[in-house]
């Protein structure tokens, strides 16, 4: 069994494998329960989610037990107490007691399953326009019946790749003239329906500088889906 270890390891979230395989995660000093997938943030230094450093005894020859010294970040987990930085694999393999081959094969598990990756022949169609996670927020797209977003979007796409592709395009050019709407009536103190935000965050919680970070988010999303709508635009031309 060989398989895509390259887009294997491009799709692969460290928190997701990590609370696959049993690993204990906190956030906001509570045990991790459920991982929401969806609301994972993936800024590279943006990471709430904490853990016992797997590789502790090995190197410092005793367990950790301090989780506020361990981040997991989307690509890597960090150790502040000693350890330092290690990647996806390293931590699968620490941690399971496994070696590579097979520690590869656990983290195509958890990012839904070892046929996605395969390359010997057996391997499902898979999209050739797969949304990056900073799309998946612009197009505000959430998993359904607490399917991960990625499996979702592979269901779709291996029923009717037509229908993958035009909801992708159809809800990039909705969301288009819907943060175009936002900007205009929301996007900065002058716009004619700024009040309401003060409104509703109410005087003790609002900061004016709200309307700067709304008016950065919403540009940037209006930049994402007019990439993917142009892209369409290339396709079909």
Sequence with gaps: MHLDIKRL???????????????????NGRP???LDISSLSYEAMDSTYWTYCPFHERVQGKKDHHPSNCV??????????????H??????????????????????????????YLLDGKAPDYPKL???????RALMLSPSNGTPLHLSMYELYSRSK?????????RAKEMLDEYQKLLAYYGSMDAPRASMIYDLMGPQYFDGGIYEELEKELKDRIKICSNIVQFFNKKTA
């Design 87 to 116: 990647n996806i694999i390293e931590m699968v393999c620490e941690f399971c007691k496994v070696p590579k081959g097979r520690g590869y094969e656990i983290i195509a598990e958890a990012m839904g399953g070892v046929q996605l």
């Design 162 to 170: 037509r229908d993958y592709y035009s909801l992708i395009e159809d």
């Design 9 to 27: 390891i491009q799709d692969a979230d460290a928190r997701v494998v990590a609370f696959h395989i049993g690993m204990k995660l906190f956030a």
């Design 130 to 136: 797969t949304l990056k996670p900073e799309e998946q």
């Design 72 to 85: 997991v970040h989307p690509k890597s987990i960090m150790c502040f107490a000693g350890c330092g930085s």
């Design 32 to 34: 991790v329960e459920n």
